[in-house]
């Protein structure tokens, strides 16, 4: 085989890249559009070794994957992984998008001879070729992590990934431990981005010393800018008659408005402004192509080694309905808080910051409450559904609250008690009455009993001594004190693999990730008795959901603070009530939550619809048995 110099990204997809028969609208040869020729170039430019990408749908991501890996394999022999977030992911992206491509593509042949052969050469999981090897696993599986040492990294919707792997760990840095020891390690990350603060490409944009976007010259005045949505209150941005009576004609006014001179532009003159573009950092480092970088002063500067990159499907050039069609897909979504998170992470390849700023609606909320139980609640407070119960509770200086909350399938929950004792702590009294009450059980409607099987108690403060107490006196595997740490990034819950001196399992949590959960899931709204997973189920009971329940439920609210480092964050701050008893509740539970799933293996399945006397699962006896350490 005459070796011939390495060529672009785009210049090998153009000449090699073929797309799979009957698997897209647009079989047949590629042809890399303008918005997408750096950011191919980038993704198989060796002297990058991180790229992040955030990213919306319908930008050509996943064939511009494909294409890559083919490119460096073809190129460079370059040992290369695919990670998708799960084995069943990994095996439908080599069906669907390697193996269907590379039938179509004749350079694979001459480097891949087992193609079309049925040989453990050739498998969902493992492609063997001349000179490289290229895996295709799931990311949620810790041993798919290990062993392999790779020269390329491929993760691909990394914010469907696991925020950690059990007590293997962030499973990015997981990872990234394959590219250990490689001459030209590359790793190229992409997603369509999820919430605010549990988003992995949030952490690894970060990472990025630049984050490109592509700037475009106005076709009236020439002033570069990116695209972006926009709102009533900018004046650029997307823009549509709203005087129009229906959705259909509202979107068919559809137009772009520039932030400098605010004339229209229409989606006719787009591709003539991305063949005029260029791809611009925040330092106003600038490439056209991916392969040549140039300074403020257009000077020649070196490549940079991590890039960012962020693109949204206003760039693509081959819509059918164009700009039209995203105005629509706005309009018939924009009223229902769930869709518009879709749109939002899906469209606009942005990151869902919850409630956009705007304090969450305590009264919407209570508005929402519902009746699961017969006759009176307290009688059998706990839903069919419910797998398992879980507590919360905050240490106060005159009070301990407890809150009960009832776990099912899917995360989906439902407040079961709220129950308040007043006293201090110290005294034996309280903790007598407390004790009692971590003991209490309660019923299904069905008539099966339940009991909590894990409370997380604040342990903060001046009463760190007396939780303590408590935990070892019902139970160090059954009553976890817990420290809150207000910071992004941290893991839901840390629970130690050992007791600390004073023989407790203190466990310390990621408040701001709890928060920023519980906020995006309070967009939910319940489906009758059909399971929404995820969703927060309110009793009609003013007794424990009452408006100061409330109240204390929607009392925090995230502002964007700057780090030392000058980077922007979000911070949740306590600021439209006085008291969040309510919040920290959810959040202790959850913690109790994830700390039976992801230290003493508990599955949330659906229950069997049986009648059962007792339907608790496993025994903390048998959770406890699990539990490795300590
Ligand atoms: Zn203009």
Known sequence: MKRTPPVSGTQWANEHYRLASGSSQDEGAWVTLPFQVAILNMMCNRSIRRLAF????????????????????????????????????????CIDEIDGAWEEMPIIRRIFPYLNARDQ????????????????????????MRRITKAALFGDEVDGWDWELGK?????????????????????????PTNAGESHIEKLMAEMELTFRFYLP????????????????????????????????????????????????YYRDLLKMEKAGRWMAED??????GLEFFDIDNQPVSTPVSVGIHCWAAYNTTMTDGWVGLVREYLTKKNDPAKLKTFVNLILGQLWEGENGDKLDWEQLK????????????????????VVLTGGIDTQDDRIEMFIWAWGAGEECWLVDHIVRVGDLSSQVLKDTVGKELNNTYKKRNGAEMDVQLWCWDAMGHKTDDVYEMSRKHGVLRVIPIQGENQYGKPIQNFPRKKNSKKVYLTRLGTDGIKQRLYSRLCLTPN??????????????????????FKQLCSANKKLEHSKSGRQMWRWIKQYHPYDEALDGWNYAYAALNILIQKFGLVLQEPEPVQQKKSSGLSIAELAARLKGG
């Open 528 to 549: 009758g008795n059909e399971p929404v997973p995820g969703c927060v189920h309110f009793p009609m009971d003013d007794a424990i959901a009452g408006d100061e329940f």
């Open 54 to 93: 955030q990213k919306s749908a319908r930008i050509g991501w996943s064939k511009m994957l494909v294409a890559a890996v083919s490119c460096l394999l073809h190129q460079f022999k370059t040992n290369t992984v695919i990670y998708q977030p799960t084995d069943d992911d990994a095996k439908g992206f």
């Open 218 to 265: 106005c076709p009236h005045c020439g002033h570069e800018q990116v695209l972006e949505w926009g709102s009533d209150e900018t004046k650029h941005g997307f823009k549509w008659d709203n005087k129009q009576p229906s959705i259909e004609k509202k979107a068919k006014t559809a137009h772009y408005r520039c932030i400098e001179c605010e004339q229209a532009i």
């Open 284 to 289: 106003f480092t600038w490439t056209k192509d």
């Open 168 to 192: 293997e760990g962030d499973p990015i840095s997981l990872a990234r431990t394959r590219l250990d020891g490689a001459a030209f390690p590359m790793e190229r990350w992409g997603t369509t």
């Open 121 to 144: 050469n050739n498998t969902t999981k493992k492609k063997v070729g001349l000179g490289w090897i290229l895996d295709i696993l799931g990311a949620a599986t810790p041993k798919n």
């Open 367 to 386: 508005a929402r409450r519902e009746i699961w139980w017969a006759g009176d609640r307290k009688q059998n407070p706990v839903p069919d559904r419910a």
